[in-house]
């Protein structure tokens, strides 16, 4: 029995070090007193920034240039497009700026910043 | 032939109950609560880029520098290192409220530095929410890629 606690406990520890190394990319968003928690979080593509200016499509890298061609083809296979930024509270503000004028032209209407409430 | 005497197996509940719960207290005990992520939205304006600026009445720009300095319609407020910007949001109340008089909409044009942490920008979005402002657009967000 202390065996099989063991073993369990080591599969937990495991796990539990595995998910967190792949939990949300170590991007520490904003803090804002005014953020709203969404209810309907099914309609919006995810684009994070982390804290040296690299972008993920969800947790995938891409370039400034493929992120442009996935809204474009995202916003014709399913529009509108609503945009969920979810940068870096370091992030340089012309990161930010080049992801919103990918986004607009790719032709979303909505801009979101993920921020944590205060 | 010789025969093999099997042992009855039973399943012994009690101490796995024991376990179950042991484990149960030490993940209980272990896991931290994930904060869930509030939104902060804004509308992009369209995708054509303006080459002269439209003259609109209630239209304020907020500029907000390299070291986050706040400049609104030129005038520097509050201080850069603070995250506190109790001079934008009066200010903000203010023009929220004129604007409502005239019966037109506020709208906000922020213009971020290169520089400027992102943190800022959402200060400063925050600080509008605050005042009630829904019309905020980002100035040079539609700008060509050179």
Excluded: W
Aim: charged share 25%; with cysteine.
């Amino acid at each position: 029995m202390i065996d099989v606690t063991l073993l369990l406990l080591f599969f937990f520890m495991l796990a539990g070090k595995i998910t967190k190394g792949e939990k949300l990319l170590d991007i520490k968003v904003p803090t804002a007193a005014t953020g709203k928690i969404p209810t309907d979080e099914g309609d919006r593509d995810v684009v994070n920034i982390d804290g040296d200016g690299r972008l993920f499509s969800g947790s995938r890298p891409v370039t400034a240039k493929e992120l442009a061609s996935h809204l474009r083809q995202r916003f014709k296979d399913y529009p509108p497009l609503k945009l969920y930024i979810r940068a870096d509270a370091g992030t340089h503000g012309k990161k930010i700026k080049e992801v919103m004028a990918i986004a607009s032209e790719a032709g979303a209407i909505e801009i979101i910043f993920g921020v944590t409430p205060k | 032939m010789k025969r093999h005497d099997h042992p009855q197996i039973e399943m012994q509940i009690a101490p796995m109950i024991d376990v179950c719960f042991l484990l149960l207290f030490f993940y209980i005990l272990t896991s931290k609560p994930v904060k869930p992520e509030a939104d902060m939205d804004m509308t992009l304006p369209g995708t054509v880029s303006q080459e002269e600026a439209i003259d609109i009445p209630d239209e304020q720009i907020i500029t907000i520098q390299d070291n986050g300095q706040i400049v609104l319609n030129d005038l520097p407020l509050d201080k850069p290192d603070s995250r506190e910007l109790p001079a934008l949001l009066a200010t903000l109340k203010r023009f929220k409220e004129s604007a409502d008089a005239n019966k037109s909409r506020a709208l906000i044009t922020l213009d971020v530095a290169d520089n400027a942490v992102h943190q800022r920008v959402i200060d400063v979005l925050n600080s509008c929410a605050q005042a009630g402002i829904q019309g905020v657009t980002f100035a040079g967000a539609t700008e060509e890629e050179p």
